[in-house]
């Protein structure tokens, strides 16, 4: 497995998760990252990415409640959501691209209930 994410759970709406994902040094040092979800009968949509130079873009739903980082000595990426709508409802993904090639983790739940 080249990325393992972790992190997902059930919480009330207005809670809090965090999401990470961990991959080889390969991937992180030469790759690009971000998180995608997908909610039941919805198509995959691209949440948040943070590239190797730690630029970071957000879906507009989620600005202001999410952050995404990464750590080099952990290998890591995570995502930070806060004050979490029942519509952040999916599967969560990591996705990393670039130079080491692209890769799909394998899916957190995430389950906010109001």
């Known amino acids: 497995v080249q990325l393992q994410a972790s992190g997902g759970g059930s919480v009330q709406a207005g809670g809090s998760l965090t999401l990470s994902c961990s991959t080889s040094?390969?991937?992180?040092?030469?790759?690009?990252m971000a998180w995608y979800r997908q909610a039941p009968g919805k198509q995959r949509e691209l949440v948040a990415s943070?590239?190797?130079?730690?630029?970071?873009t957000y879906v507009d739903s989620v600005k202001g409640r999410f952050t995404i980082s990464r750590d080099g000595a952990q290998r890591t990426m995570y995502l930070k959501m806060h004050s979490l709508k029942p519509e952040g409802t999916a599967v969560y993904y990591c996705n990393s691209k670039g130079r080491a090639g692209v890769y799909w983790g394998q899916g957190t739940q995430v389950t906010v209930s109001s």
């Open positions: 943070i590239t190797r130079g730690d630029s970071r």
């Open positions: 040094r390969s991937i992180f040092s030469n790759n690009d």
